[in-house]
């Protein structure tokens, strides 16, 4: 499983559409990704449960502390990804845990030119304020 976990954060991080982006706030940095599923590679799906489409998004959410980088820390994740007149487009969240990594991935559907909202709280194991994502994000249907 740690082949998957290296191939995934290779897919995300090669990713030619979305780059990594992430959110500093205090001692914590949520790095995130939200890309058209087809750019991850079938293994890589079909390990995640996640269905490769053209008409398919999904988002990672990977949290560290500033202090500790690439070691994921637990947290408790919701969140919300609607179109631009609020319809939900969020399919599932769930985190992924394999041994020193853990990964929240939600998938969702998306028409062509379709501006997604992304709005999601985190909220660190131990901590009492959580950490707040908000983005937008076009998506356009790949050919073939």
Do not use: C
């Not at 030619?16 to 959110?23: D, N, S």
């Amino acid at each position: 499983m740690k082949r998957l976990v290296t191939a995934l954060i290779a897919a995300l991080l090669s990713a030619p559409v979305a780059a990594e982006q992430v959110l500093e706030s205090g001692v914590w940095r949520l790095h995130y990704i939200a890309m058209v599923s087809t750019e991850l590679t079938p293994d890589v799906a079909r390990a995640y449960g996640i269905t490769r489409s053209r008409k398919r998004g999904v988002l990672v959410l990977n949290l560290q502390r500033s202090d500790a980088p690439l070691i994921s820390q637990p947290a408790e994740v919701s969140g919300r990804i609607r179109n631009l007149i609020g319809q939900e487009r969020l399919g599932t969240l769930r985190e992924v845990t394999e041994q020193q990594a853990r990964y929240w991935i939600a998938d969702f559907g998306f028409s062509h030119l379709e501006t997604m909202r992304f709005d999601f709280t985190v909220l660190p194991q131990g901590e009492s304020l959580p950490l707040q994502l908000k983005f937008n994000q076009q998506f356009y249907t790949p050919p073939g």
